[in-house]
């Protein structure tokens, strides 16, 4: 199909069009795949690719059901190679189209770095902005499912460091489906990670058009005497620590970044100059982890002068994820960890 034969798309890239929306309960997985149906009934340069995407509907059922309605030109099965995955997305991209390209571990995607990495990422700024690479890189994260160290990583920091990239963490399914839309949307390569603990999570969410905003963090809690900064799967857990605190007097607020390229830095200082204290949370390894450059930007803000405490992180331990269910958990933070260290964090007294 020739791209020319393709009608423009009249709105702008990540225009907030929503409208009060009616809500629909989903899983996390069926909102990822309304968002990327509706996108390729809205647009027809969306489409799919990546391997057992078709028929077997892909690693976690994902994307069941899309090949029967859209064919086999739109949701493509590729080769076991996802080198060949990311360069063919960033080649459709750069000619018109809007791939989704699926991994089925972002682990994988380590094979794919140099196309992401040396190719996708910065192709716009190498050619002063007259190409686009308008690709979304989706791939499951995260420990939890028994894969062991192969398949459990959540690598995010790697491609947060890159410049030109967009990382998106949804962690809830009203977010994976707005999010998606927008990253599908956006005229820049997004990794769009998915935690594969969260495919079965149920929630509400608007049916039809859901456009989310990429760099806005979403204030899950407000409170006002402890800050927590959660991402992906941590966002729940977070939750429920911050329910466990609120009988005991405490009133944690609990901030989902939602991407962390482009960060929404501004909401977490300003809650970290509320509330002065401050506890991130994510799983994956704590050394080199995202978690230290959201501390350092707070700590270079006039949130500084507020803190009562010093800024807490709390990670993945410095191994690889254990196939043992016991040692898995044992290696990322749980709920008892983060209500733990959330104690730790208020025995610390203002001078």
């Known amino acids: 199909m020739s791209i020319s034969q393709f009608p423009p798309i009249s709105a702008p890239q990540n225009e907030l069009i929503n409208t009060p929306p009616v809500l629909q309960e989903m899983t996390y997985a069926e909102a990822v795949r309304a968002a990327l149906r509706e996108e390729m009934l809205r647009d027809p340069r969306v489409f799919l690719m990546g391997e057992d995407i078709g028929i077997y509907g892909g690693a976690f059922g994902v994307t069941r059901g899309l090949v ?3 064919g086999e030109e739109r949701v493509r099965d590729t080769p076991i190679s996802e080198a060949a995955i990311g360069g063919c997305a960033i080649g459709a991209a750069l000619v018109g189209m809007r791939p989704v390209a699926e ?3 972002s682990d994988f995607m380590a ?5 992401i990495v040396n190719q996708g990422a910065k192709i716009r700024f190498m050619f002063g902005g007259k190409a686009e690479v ?3 890189f989706r791939a499951p994260l995260g420990s939890g499912t028994g894969a062991a160290a192969q398949h459990s990583q959540s690598l995010e920091a790697w491609f947060a460091h ?6 998106v963490l949804p962690s809830t399914p009203a977010d994976a489906k707005g999010l998606l839309t927008a990253a599908i949307r956006d005229p820049n390569p997004v990794i769009f990670l998915e935690h594969k603990v969260l495919y ?3 929630g509400m969410v608007p049916t039809g058009e859901w456009v989310l905003p990429l760099g806005q963090a979403d204030i899950k809690r407000p409170g006002k005497d402890l800050t927590i900064i959660a991402l ?3 966002v729940p857990r977070a939750l429920a620590v911050a329910s466990r605190l609120a009988q005991e007097g405490i009133e944690a607020e609990v901030i989902d970044p939602r991407t962390i390229r482009p960060l929404d830095e501004q909401t977490l200082v300003t809650s970290a100059r509320k509330t002065g204290h401050v506890l991130i949370v994510h799983e994956a390894v704590q050394s080199g982890g995202f978690g230290g450059e959201i501390a350092a930007r707070i700590a270079a803000s006039e949130a500084f002068y507020y803190l009562d405490a010093p800024i807490m992180r709390l990670g993945g331990a410095d191994v690889p994820i254990p196939y043992n269910p016991v040692l898995e958990r044992a290696a990322t933070p749980q709920e008892e960890d983060i209500y733990q260290a959330a104690r730790r964090l208020l025995q610390h007294k203002p001078a």
């Not at 094979?111 to 196309?115: F, S, V």
């Not at 890159?162 to 990382?167: C, D, E, R, T, W």
């Open 68 to 70: 029967e309605e859209f």
């Open 162 to 167: 890159v410049p030109g990239l967009k990382v």
């Open 103 to 105: 991994f089925q571990f």
């Open 232 to 234: 992906s799967i941590m």
């Open 134 to 136: 308008p690709v979304v």
């Open 200 to 202: 079965k999570e149920k």
């Open 111 to 115: 094979i794919a770095m140099d196309q």
